[in-house]
């Protein structure tokens, strides 16, 4: 009975956990970022099998710097300090190592530190012999072709030093190369070696306040000042389309803080160029592709940098992984600029690194090379990955219904990815279904792409009340119509009324003086057609409008930030503010009115933010993105409106000329300031009282 309980446990336990992803233990561990930038725990998409670092037959690597892969799955390594080109086959092993080769004029040659290389489209091969300055060129049977040497060209400044480092080449047989140190952008050259120009050159302009700190500044000052220079890039690549990405390591801390935080991509570390130099790479994601995100601009001691980019490699899909030189790490990105995952770090067990010189694919293995340890790492890919990769492939292939089946097998892995909210999300969008892509969307603060799905969405129920929409506009323009007309009626008719004004027919004269300002505000302090009770009722429909707008307005247009205490506080604090400081000058200039006088015209100037700003919010929530601006010249206009207001009803309630009035407005602006300074120096001398006090009574209590 007992070994049938115990069969039993047994068989329950590996229905319960055999089912369950199992994650391969590795020396680093893989993660992503949320949409809001916070670091995320992922599985392994990539997990180090194993690493080489010798060949049978030529013994070790020394420094490798490159290393790529051809159509055949054949590795090419430039193996630098050892002044040698190794090809293996796509087991790993030997097939030659090409140290010396027979040149033209029937010498043996060598390499000098070779650095780069390249395969081109009929299996040609081109290596960067940096320390020779020249690019060797061999036939795809290994057999010695021809040296392209520098190139020559009146742009090229006379002290050039031509260090190639970087090479590659597009299906038109163009030559793109990278020379060390040289920031004029990338080089171009025909097969024969002619020059034909530069591209994607990306030039550091000075900040505003150094440009303007160098006119002040001496020649002498200026030579002793960092120079203000073009970024070089370091590494390229060329895709099966023919675009060229090359990346770049020296762009500075804010320019890559700017680029996090609005797009502005004239700075970045990793470009897609078309061959005439555009840059087309997408950066659609919820950052763009920079490796890590959160880093600290500052200059402290223990801060940590940006990441340093220095290698790029591409699959046919369009997806690219990218080295982080600074802090061994490789970091993956879908053809979107979303990222997939990062791995990798510092140290000397298999699967990090201590140089991380450069990476290629092999079919469904990666492969990466560390110039320090002198060695090869093969990472294969996890059951994860191959989720990730095989969703990206049917999304591209437009298979949507199979593609949300492949990201919700991916959520079983990661549920906490939100590119899988996303991918579902989009496969959702494509297949019709708006309403159900907008939750998974909104649930992810893509705000980008629920705009999309709301305006198809919008679009959707236009069509299928094609009919009602007509007579609903027609209905509202009347309404607005009726209502403004009863309004004016309304006025007309209690005009002659003196006394007993009942609360509605002050809240109705709001209309008369939105439009007429000056008898309007003149009546309300003269003929009492208004009072504080109706000023109150007006003053708290503005402020739930405000608190309306940070909390019923569309998803698109809501601040995440937003708090009912800050709602209140920003309407009211600018509102009391104005009344006493205004109000102090006023009796110092003459100003007829009192306090109830200010409070209640500048109430009443408050209704143009009701009734342009209520609808509009509620509106906002049928509002795309790219009509954001119909909500915000709206609220301006309110707003305009509303100021105009005051400034008239301040005239009018003062008795002031128009000339005087601006300087009285203009000084409650100033006295607001100096009521707020008053404010925090009260707030921070308390405190410091405060604290002076509770130390006094600590220090009390020991001596005791």
Not at 141 to 165: C, M
Not at 412 to 421: E, P, R, S, V
Not at 639 to 650: K, P, R, V
Not at 658 to 676: D, P
Request: proline share 3%; with cysteine; aromatic share 12%.
């Amino acid at each position: 009975m007992k070994i049938m309980k115990r069969s039993i446990f047994c068989l329950f336990f590996i229905l319960l956990f055999g089912t369950l992803p199992v994650y391969a233990k590795t020396p680093y561990v893989s993660y992503t970022y949320s949409s809001s930038g916070e670091y995320q725990d992922s599985p392994n998409a990539y997990i180090p099998d194993s690493s080489i670092y010798s060949i049978n037959g030529i013994g070790t690597f020394k420094g490798p710097k490159d290393i790529t892969t051809d159509k055949d799955q054949n590795v090419y390594v430039c193996d630098s300090g050892n002044n040698r080109l190794i090809i293996l086959d796509s087991n790993f092993c030997l097939k030659i190592a090409i140290d010396h080769f027979v040149d033209s004029d029937g010498k043996t040659d060598f390499f000098n530190n070779p650095s780069g290389i390249c395969i081109g489209k009929d299996g040609t091969l081109y290596i960067a012999d940096t320390d020779n300055a020249r690019i060797v060129v061999f036939t795809k049977d290994f057999v010695f072709l021809k040296v392209i040497l520098s190139p020559k060209s009146n742009i090229i400044p006379e002290d050039f030093i031509y260090k190639p480092i970087a090479i590659g080449i597009d299906n038109l047989n163009r030559l793109y190369v990278i020379s060390s140190g040289y920031n004029m952008g990338i080089i171009t050259m025909d097969m024969e070696g002619n020059f034909q120009g530069f591209i994607g050159s990306q030039v550091m302009a000075p900040n505003p306040i150094e440009y303007l700190w160098r006119m002040f500044m001496s020649k002498e000052q200026i030579k002793r000042t960092a120079k203000i220079v073009p970024i070089d890039y370091n590494n390229i690549a060329i895709d099966a389309k023919g675009f060229i990405y090359a990346t770049a390591s020296s762009i500075s801390a804010e320019n890559l803080k700017q680029l996090v935080k609005s797009g502005n991509s004239s700075y970045a570390p990793i470009k897609k160029l078309t061959p005439s130099g555009i840059d087309v790479l997408k950066r659609n994601g919820s950052f763009a592709p920079i490796g890590d995100i959160n880093f600290d601009t500052t200059i402290q001691e223990n801060s940590k940098g940006p990441s340093s980019i220095t290698e790029i490699a591409i699959k046919d899909n369009g997806v690219y992984s990218v080295v982080d030189s600074k802090y061994n790490k490789i970091f993956t990105y879908d053809n979107d600029g979303n990222m997939l995952y990062a791995f990798g770090g510092t140290g000397f067990v298999d699967g990090i690194f201590q140089t991380l010189a450069s990476i290629a694919y092999k079919g469904d293995q990666l492969l990466a090379i560390d110039s320090d340890k002198g060695c090869i790492t093969i990472f294969n890919q996890t059951e994860y990955g191959e989720l990730i990769e095989q969703a990206i492939n049917l999304q591209q292939n437009r298979q949507f219904s199979e593609t949300t089946a492949v990201w919700e097998n991916i959520k079983q892995y990661n549920n906490n990815y939100d590119l899988a909210f996303l991918g579902i999300g989009k496969s959702l969008y494509e297949q019709g279904n708006y309403t159900q892509a907008m939750e998974y969307f909104k649930s992810i603060n893509n705000k980008q792409y629920y705009s999309k799905a709301l305006k198809q969405n919008r679009d959707l129920m236009i069509k299928k009340a094609a009919l009602a929409v007509p007579f609903l506009l027609f209905g509202l323009i009347l309404l607005i119509v009726k209502l403004f007309g009863y309004a004016k009626s309304y006025n007309l008719q209690h005009a002659g009324t003196t006394t007993n004004r009942s609360l509605k027919e002050q809240l109705i004269y709001s209309f008369h003086v939105i439009f007429h300002p000056f008898d309007g505000f003149w009546d309300l302090k003269h003929e009492k057609r208004g009072s504080i009770k109706s000023a109150t009722i007006i003053l708290a429909a503005a402020a739930m409008v405000f608190i309306a707008k940070d909390f019923i307005a569309g998803y698109l247009f809501i601040s995440s930030n937003s708090s009912l205490l800050s709602s209140v506080l920003n309407f009211s604090i600018p509102f009391v503010l104005w009344c006493i400081a205004n109000w102090c000058l006023t009796t110092l200039m003459d100003g007829k009115g009192t306090l109830a006088d200010i409070y209640i015209s500048i109430s009443y100037a408050l209704v143009p933010i009701i009734l342009l700003v209520l609808p509009i919010v509620l509106l906002s929530n049928v509002f795309t993105l790219e009509e954001a601006q119909l909500l915000n010249t709206t609220i301006n206009i309110a707003l305009l409106w509303s100021g105009f207001l005051i400034f008239f009803g301040s005239l009018v309630v003062h008795d002031y000329t128009f000339g005087k009035n601006i300087c009285v407005c203009v000084l409650s602006i100033v006295g607001i300031a100096i009521i707020l300074f008053l404010i925090l120096l009260f707030l921070n001398v308390s405190s410091r009282l405060l604290a002076f006090i509770q130390n006094l009574i600590t220090e009390i209590s020991f001596r005791f």
